[in-house]
């Protein structure tokens, strides 16, 4: 089916759009961006001619190959050329006005057979695909950022669409080198719903003055061999980006556990928004204080033996992984991919729970409840399940079980 796939459309050729393009076109796809007007199609473009040359620099793509990839990327600034594309991923910014505009277009536009994708992170592929009159050949296509790097495409599919094109898209992911994960449309998808609610526990634990950025970020990195802290990801993704998918989770489950810190919010609000601003959790001489230690109350956390500063952060991300995979959501092979795929893990939630035990990893979210530095009451009941005395610490209720 896929062999068929000759014309690929990119519209939108920014951060993720730019990336996208080249993803295709290096797989052997003959590819047509498409921008807003000239000059951001000359800034597209040279967004792939940059990421191209420094393939070849460092000697991971010959002139050859180059070439070959350049001769089969074409830019345009009309829709029109979208005609006659066997497959579009639009990857303009995160607005429904402007999706609609684009999809609403698309549809007009494409032939019936063509398959439409949205690279969006947190707005509703249902929604989108609604917009047209083939909401069957609609789905999500998301990517992670840097596209030409990042391993992981979520692809996302919406109630009305059809088997046959999750098999086409998830086979076409493959085949420019994605390893694809098959999940419904909800809210934050798989790795951004796991990923980011953990970025916010840290900010939480930070602004209560349980320990600085440096012993929180480094904490994490020693206990789950992360190659980066989370506030210094926080910083790298964007403050306001993070605030987003909290703000989508949240309106989208109503659940405490996705109310976004209210330091992250003030961050955000005040213009600090991580690298791009210059200023974030890090970022020199004008670096956010560090939040007043709320004296006894930290000193009282830092001495519970149950609690440890990286496990407190790993354990709500592998119960809420627990909670995916215990929804049906996601599969374990879905959650762990997602993570190592698309956010750098070196092991995936399902990983760490095997290396740590299911009762270590309760027993540090019961600790954390009694201290209310997590929204978490009772853990997963499938993490409950996995202690060795399960059935009988259920006919106790669930809280003796965690500390049998
Ligand atoms: N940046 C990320 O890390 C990231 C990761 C995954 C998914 N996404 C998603 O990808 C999409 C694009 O994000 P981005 O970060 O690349 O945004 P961006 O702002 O860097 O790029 C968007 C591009 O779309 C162009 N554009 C605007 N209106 C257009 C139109 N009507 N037709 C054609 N082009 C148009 C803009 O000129 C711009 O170049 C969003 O839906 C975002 O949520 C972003």
Not at 34 to 47: K, S, T
Not at 208 to 216: C, Q, Y
Not at 217 to 244: F, N, Q, Y
Not at 323 to 329: K, L, N, P, S, V
Request: glycine share 10%.
């Amino acid at each position: 089916m896929v062999q068929e796939f000759d014309k690929v459309g990119v519209v939108g050729l920014g951060t993720m759009g730019a990336g996208i393009a080249e993803v295709f076109a290096r797989a052997g796809f003959n590819v047509v961006g498409v921008e807003i007007d000239q000059a951001a199609l000359d800034r597209g473009r040279g967004h792939v001619d940059k990421s191209l040359s420094r393939a070849v620099s460092k000697g991971k793509l010959t002139e050859e190959e180059r070439s070959g990839i350049d001769a089969r990327l074409t830019f345009s600034t009309s829709r029109e050329d979208l005609a006659d594309a066997d497959f579009v991923v639009e990857a303009v910014p995160e607005r429904m006005d402007i999706k609609r505009d684009v999809f609403g277009d698309l549809d007009r536009i494409c032939a019936p057979g063509t398959i439409l994708a949205t690279n969006t992170s947190s707005l509703s592929v249902t929604e989108i695909a609604a917009l047209t009159d083939r909401p069957e050949k609609v789905v999500g296509l998301h990517f992670f950022n840097p596209a030409p790097v990042m391993k992981l495409a979520e692809v996302i599919t919406t109630v009305a669409t059809s088997a046959e094109t999750v098999d086409i898209v998830t086979e076409v992911a493959k085949r420019i080198g994605k390893t694809p994960i098959t999940v419904g449309d909800r809210g934050g998808f798989v790795a951004n719903a796991l990923l980011v609610p953990y970025i916010n526990d840290a900010v939480r634990l930070y602004e209560r003055g349980i320990a600085t950025r440096e012993e929180i970020d480094e904490s994490v990195k020693k206990a789950a061999g992360l190659p980066m802290g989370p506030l210094t990801l926080a910083d790298l993704v964007g403050l306001d980006v993070c605030l987003a998918v909290m703000d989508v989770l949240w309106a989208e489950f109503h659940d405490p556990r996705y109310s976004a810190s209210p330091l992250l919010r003030r961050m955000v609000a005040a213009g600090r928004l991580g690298r791009k601003t210059g200023q974030g959790f890090y970022g020199g001489k004008d670096e956010a204080p560090e939040p007043r230690r709320t004296g006894r109350f930290a000193e009282m956390v830092r001495e519970e033996e149950t609690l440890d500063l990286g496990e407190m952060l790993v354990a709500p991300q592998i119960d809420d992984a627990m909670r995916m995979i215990g929804d049906g959501y996601a599969s374990a092979r879905d959650v762990d991919t997602a993570m190592r795929f698309g956010c750098g893990y070196p092991k995936g939630p399902t990983e760490l729970l095997e290396e740590r035990g299911a009762e270590s990893v309760i027993t540090t979210l019961v600790a954390m409840s009694e201290y209310s530095l997590t929204t978490i009451a009772v853990p997963a009941p499938l993490l409950m399940d996995l202690l060795p005395d399960a059935d009988e610490g259920a006919s106790h209720g669930g809280g003796c079980a965690c500390h049998g």
